[in-house]
């Protein structure tokens, strides 16, 4: 018998059917082991020796594998075909060694698709374990230990507030914060636009200033309404032929298919996924065999994908969508052993799989597959200059027109920002000499932009040109700065909080080597030389200990306050920027004789006058220097009303009511009307037309919401509790109650109704649940397989989920009385024997 072994229950299952007789395949659930967060899990003085453990939870999981071992003749190790996959495949082998049942013939294979053909053709090329990727693996995760538990103790010592700190995760919000302060310290610039529009052959079209009296117009050349005004006179006088027309051919290949980079990135654009969420996804699809592997660099397909992608493009399009010759991409990943095929389809005539996310991300991921091998676009771009009879003025007029789609027709890539200008629209046939009939001159002002803040698909591609980390850890490192409360996400772009600005002015002042772009980036190339065999992974480790160890314990010796003073110096020209009239911007605005200057708090960093407690003056770090803006003490709003600022924030007081200020509620605009409502709830709507019961309307722990009857609805915003009337709540009451029951399919209609079960005659549904959709007969749930169509279920398959589910359902208390018989049967066990079973 050949034991097998794969990460998930669900490739396990499917697996072991194609393998059929003689195979065992059980799963993994995983990695089995970890280093323990603890100090000493990995000791650079014996050749940094590495200490694992293994997770209680799978503990289960290993005894079955342990067993099933002892009987097998050979153990074939079946994980997923990356880094990672092959660690788990390398842990799995020493926990078997030590329990001494490893069997004596040991095989390592790797599979792309989980399909039939793709799994049967892997089981007959066995390999060894590859002893690079598992050091590479060992490089790794010993540096992701060294840096946490030697910066995260210092951080939570010297920085109250602060969590943790990370080799990439560090320097993911080094880049969030960067770009925060290059939105703070940008300076708007005015410009204006002149465009006139005419009209040929009852076509409009706009042209644009580019030119006036001999010299060139850019973007930012007029920058002032006087000028405006100038300029837009001379178009308005001017008599304008068309003095030259350019027309050029243009040509736009398709993208390659998705690596994982690209699909969360495109997935972030189009659908709205976070990074984790397309992964869960994308895991999902793979092992119900759907997609191929989605942990990739690489963009290349097989030839017989390729040769599968032209024919489904034949059979969809006409004969020009198919080019001549296959398409072939070429990986500019650095890491070979990371460099599989693209995520791809594994069967090119499904276009459909799955339903809800599931299916949207698969559409996206077979089209951008299908596009890959379709015919490049042809577009035409005209480009026509008019000139006036004065020769003072010159006006451009570009135009694009689509003359065959090719791929367009299927796919077009998303992009973060849109170029300004990029396409022009369609234009009339213009010729020289021409003289189109002028209907109106514009001047429109406008304001130079700041760049704009990270998205989850501008973070990962720039962390992907920038070369730190890997696409497969993505995902991960953005999850972790969220749970961290390191950054916040606003309209889908990443804001840092107070806490991430100041651990990554403390790692730039005190750390500022091992959060540099560029030294992270050639530590990635140098794990990626262990990968390839090129470098020891000991060595790498040596090299970056020799120097981070006394760093870290220098900076450990440094005194709370001293470390205080260091950021206060390091972060003056962002708290104390300096002042128009030229004053200290670092004296009080409440004494005004004592010295502002950042101070460290039980629950944070703060800026504080220098005559304290004389001076009650206070202001939140996370204010720079807006002095306006500051907590000068507790301030009048009328009635009785205070506003005020705590350890969790301001707040408005009424006597001995306080209720803190929602974080969608600027300061700034916090009067007596604001206070007075915030202080008023709940803010009952109304009684509810069906039960008579009131609706209420508040803010809470978790933001705004509703609530009727000890149900609850959420509510986007706070002006939303004082907005919403009794159509908009009876509405949003009722789609809460609806997805509440989502799971047990109550108060739904059903997808479909396939007809009475021929043993029970119970009438049997297609339900969408909250996990997905599933059959049901009333009694029992079976969850349809994730790539099956739910509407397409039919009645022979649905009874045969049903019957395999109860099949499988225990008998009720079944556990309950059998458990003292093995307990009374046991009577000369140890003690510690019993315990052991019970905790098991």
């Given at each position: ?10 490739k396990?299952k499917?697996?072991e059917k ?7 395949v059980?799963?993994?659930?995983g990695?089995v ?12 003085d014996?050749?940094?020796a590495m200490?694992?453990e293994?997770?209680p ?7 079955a594998?342990?067993d ?6 050979s153990?074939?190790?079946a ?18 060694r ?7 013939n040991?095989e390592?294979?790797t ?5 039939k053909?793709a799994?049967t053709?892997?089981?007959?090329k066995?390999r ?6 598992i050091?590479a693996?060992?490089?790794?995760r010993?540096l992701d230990?060294?840096?946490?538990f030697t ?8 920085l ?11 320097v993911?919000?080094?880049l969030?914060?960067?770009r925060e302060r290059?939105i703070?310290?940008?300076?708007a610039?005015?410009?204006w636009t002149i465009s ?8 409009s079209?706009?042209?644009r200033?580019v030119g006036?009296?001999g010299k060139k117009?850019?973007?930012?050349t007029i920058?002032d309404k ?7 006179a001379v178009v308005e006088?001017g008599r304008?032929?068309?003095?030259s ?9 398709p993208?390659p ?7 969360q990135?495109e997935?972030a654009?189009k ?5 984790s969420h397309t992964?869960r996804?994308?895991?999902?699809l793979y092992e119900?065999?759907?997609i191929t592997y ?7 397909m ?6 599968a992608a ?6 969809r ?12 991409y070429?990986?500019k990943a ?5 460099a599989h ?5 594994t069967?090119?005539?499904?276009d459909k799989?799955g339903s ?5 991300l698969?559409s996206l ?5 299908l596009?890959?091998q379709?015919?490049?676009?042809r577009?035409?771009?005209t ?8 020769g003072r003025?010159t006006?451009?007029?570009?135009g694009?027109?689509v003359l065959?789609?090719g791929?367009m027709?299927?796919?077009e890539?998303g992009?973060?920002?849109?170029a300004?200008d990029e396409e022009?629209a369609?234009?009339?046939?213009l ?11 514009d001047?429109?002002q ?5 760049p704009p ?12 040109e920038l070369g730190?980390?890997?696409?497969s850890?993505?995902?991960?490192t953005l999850q972790t700065?969220k749970d ?5 996400l606003?309209?889908?772009r990443?804001?840092?909080?107070e806490?991430?600005?100041l651990?990554i002015?403390?790692?730039e002042?005190f750390?500022e080597?091992?959060v ?5 980036a050639?530590l990635?190339?140098e794990l990626?030389d ?8 000991q060595k790498?480790?040596?090299a970056f ?7 870290a314990?220098?900076?450990m010796?440094q ?8 950021l206060?110096?390091f972060?003056?020209p962002w708290?104390f920027p ?7 911007p670092?004296?009080?605005p409440l004494c005004g004789n004592g010295?502002?200057g950042?101070r ?5 960093a ?6 304290y407690?004389?001076c ?5 770090f ?7 803006s500051?907590?000068e003490?507790p301030?009048?709003l ?7 600022s705590g350890r969790?924030?301001?707040y408005v ?6 209720v803190?200020?929602?974080?969608d509620v600027?300061l700034g605009d916090?009067?007596?009307p ?10 009952t709507?109304?009684?509810h037309?069906?039960t ?8 809470g722990?978790?933001?705004?919401y509703?609530?009727h009857q000890g149900?609850y609805a959420?509510?986007?915003?706070t002006?939303?509790?004082f907005e919403?009337g ?7 009451l ?9 799971g047990r399919?109550a108060a ?7 007809g009475?079960?021929?043993?029970t005659?119970?009438e049997?549904?297609?339900m969408?649940?909250?996990?997905g ?8 749930h ?11 279920v039919?009645l022979?398959?649905a009874?045969?989920l ?15 009385r ?6 009374a ?5 140890p003690?510690?024997k019993v ?5 098991a």
């Amino acid at each position: 018998m050949k034991l097998v072994v794969v990460e998930s229950p669900a490739k396990a299952k499917t697996i072991e059917k194609y393998l059929g007789p003689g195979h065992r395949v059980l799963a993994s659930y995983g990695h089995v082991r970890d280093l323990p967060p603890k100090d000493g899990s990995v000791n650079p003085d014996e050749g940094f020796a590495m200490d694992w453990e293994t997770y209680p939870d799978k503990a289960r999981q290993l005894k079955a594998i342990t067993d099933e071992a002892k009987k097998a003749d050979s153990l074939i190790l079946a994980t997923d075909p990356d880094r990672e996959g092959e660690a788990i495949s390398w842990h799995v082998q020493e926990v078997l060694r030590k329990k001494k049942a490893l069997p004596a013939n040991v095989e390592r294979v790797t599979f792309n698709a989980i399909t039939k053909s793709a799994v049967t053709e892997a089981m007959g090329k066995p390999r060894q374990l590859d002893e690079d990727l598992i050091d590479a693996y060992r490089a790794r995760r010993a540096l992701d230990y060294l840096v946490g538990f030697t910066l995260s103790p210092i951080l939570w010592r010297k920085l109250p507030g602060a969590k943790s700190a990370g080799r990439v995760q560090s320097v993911a919000l080094r880049l969030i914060v960067d770009r925060e302060r290059e939105i703070e310290v940008f300076k708007a610039q005015e410009y204006w636009t002149i465009s006139a529009a005419f009209e040929k052959d009852g076509q409009s079209f706009t042209a644009r200033l580019v030119g006036l009296d001999g010299k060139k117009i850019d973007r930012l050349t007029i920058g002032d309404k006087g000028a405006a005004d100038a300029a837009k006179a001379v178009v308005e006088a001017g008599r304008f032929t068309v003095a030259s027309v350019e027309t050029k051919p243009l040509s736009r290949n398709p993208p390659p298919p998705f690596t994982t980079s690209t699909l969360q990135q495109e997935a972030a654009r189009k659908l709205g996924y976070s990074a984790s969420h397309t992964m869960r996804l994308a895991q999902s699809l793979y092992e119900d065999g759907a997609i191929t592997y989605m942990r990739t660099d690489g963009v290349q397909m097989a030839g017989e994908a390729i040769s599968a992608a032209r024919k489904a493009v034949a059979d969809r399009y006409d004969a020009g969508y198919l080019p001549d010759k296959p398409r072939h991409y070429s990986t500019k990943a650095k890491n070979a052993q990371e460099a599989h095929e693209a995520i791809r389809p594994t069967d090119f005539r499904k276009d459909k799989a799955g339903s809800g996310d599931h299916a949207r991300l698969y559409s996206l991921i077979y089209n951008r597959a299908l596009a890959s091998q379709m015919a490049s676009a042809r577009l035409e771009r005209t480009t026509a200059e008019l000139a006036d009879g004065a020769g003072r003025a010159t006006l451009r007029a570009t135009g694009q027109v689509v003359l065959f789609p090719g791929f367009m027709a299927l796919y077009e890539e998303g992009r973060d920002e849109k170029a300004e200008d990029e396409e022009g629209a369609r234009m009339p046939h213009l010729t020289a000499g021409d003289a189109p009939h002028k209907k109106s001159v514009d001047a429109v002002q406008s304001f130079t932009q700041p760049p704009p803040r990270y998205s989850e698909a501008s973070l990962v591609k720039r962390l992907e040109e920038l070369g730190i980390g890997r696409p497969s850890t993505y995902a991960a490192t953005l999850q972790t700065l969220k749970d961290r409360e390191y950054v916040r996400l606003e309209k889908n772009r990443f804001i840092p909080e107070e806490s991430g600005r100041l651990v990554i002015a403390f790692l730039e002042r005190f750390f500022e080597r091992y959060v540099s772009y560029d030294y992270t980036a050639e530590l990635e190339e140098e794990l990626d030389d262990v990968s390839g065999g090129r470098l020891d992974w000991q060595k790498l480790l040596e090299a970056f200990w020799r120097d981070f160890k006394p760093k870290a314990g220098e900076v450990m010796e440094q005194k709370p306050s001293e470390v205080t003073a260091a950021l206060d110096e390091f972060l003056a020209p962002w708290l104390f920027p300096d002042k128009d009239d030229g004053s200290d911007p670092r004296v009080c605005p409440l004494c005004g004789n004592g010295k502002l200057g950042l101070r460290g708090g039980k629950y944070g960093a703060f800026v504080a006058c220098s005559n304290y407690p004389e001076c009650k003056f206070t202001r939140k770090f996370g204010q720079g220097g807006d002095d306006a803006s500051a907590s000068e003490g507790p301030q009048e709003l009328g009635n009785g009303i205070l506003l005020k600022s705590g350890r969790f924030g301001p707040y408005v007081e009424q006597g001995e009511k306080r209720v803190s200020v929602p974080k969608d509620v600027p300061l700034g605009d916090l009067d007596l009307p604001w206070a007075e409502k915030l202080l008023s709830l709940p803010r009952t709507i109304g009684n509810h037309p069906e039960t008579g019961e009131p609706i209420t309307a508040s803010i809470g722990r978790y933001g705004p919401y509703l609530q009727h009857q000890g149900k609850y609805a959420r509510l986007s915003s706070t002006a939303e509790v004082f907005e919403t009337g009794m159509n908009a709540a009876v509405a949003k009451l009722a789609d809460a109650a609806n997805g509440a029951g989502k799971g047990r399919g109550a108060a739904r209609e059903p997808l479909a109704v396939l007809g009475a079960h021929p043993e029970t005659a119970k009438e049997l549904k297609v339900m969408e649940g909250r996990f997905g959709p599933y059959v049901t007969d009333g009694t029992t749930h079976a969850t349809l397989p994730k790539i099956a169509d739910p509407k397409a279920v039919t009645l022979d398959e649905a009874v045969a989920l049903i019957d395999a589910k109860s099949a499988k359902a225990p008998i009720k208390g079944k556990g309950k009385r059998k458990a003292p018989a093995k307990k009374a049967a046991a009577k000369k066990a140890p003690a510690k024997k019993v315990a052991a079973e019970k905790k098991a």
